[in-house]
Nanobody, 125 residues
Framework: QVQLVESGGGSVQPGGTLTLSCDAS????????MGWFRQAPGKEREAVAS???????KYADPVKGRFTISRDNAKTTMYLQMNMLKPEDTAMYYC???????????????????WGQGTLVTICS
């Protein structure tokens, strides 16, 4: 059963904006530690951002000041607003969840145990 479903990916020019959404309504604990990671072609997974149950957020250095993670009041939908996009942001973006605080504490990818199928973001001129 698919528990996390991403949407909102697409192709934009450098400097553009995209907002990704994650439907977490089927996840058992959508109000817990969740976040986003990405994987570019031929590269390893890279942490992007996290959000905790009290809405404390954390960002990886490459996206600080450009990306914003949030979720709705019901905590069943999580968002990633991406501004000032760069070609190096091109990747498959995944919505993910951590059973504990691991990912929210230090963006430790190994703490994630659930993720969706991803949505592709392409930045090109």
């Amino acid at each position: 059963q698919v528990q996390l479903v991403e949407s909102g990916g697409g192709s934009v020019q450098p400097g553009g904006t995209l907002t990704l959404s994650c439907d977490a309504s089927r996840y058992r604990n959508p109000g817990g530690c969740m976040g986003w990671f990405r994987q570019a072609p031929g590269k390893e997974r890279e942490a992007v951002a996290s959000i905790e149950s009290i809405d404390v957020t954390k960002y990886a250095d490459p996206v600080k000041g450009r990306f914003t993670i949030s979720r709705d009041n019901a905590k069943t939908t999580m968002y990633l607003q991406m501004n000032m996009l760069k070609p190096e942001d091109t990747a498959m973006y995944y919505c993910a969840a951590s059973p504990g605080r691991g990912y929210c504490h230090n963006l430790n990818l190994n703490a994630l145990n659930t993720w969706g199928q991803g949505t592709l973001v392409t930045i090109c001129s």
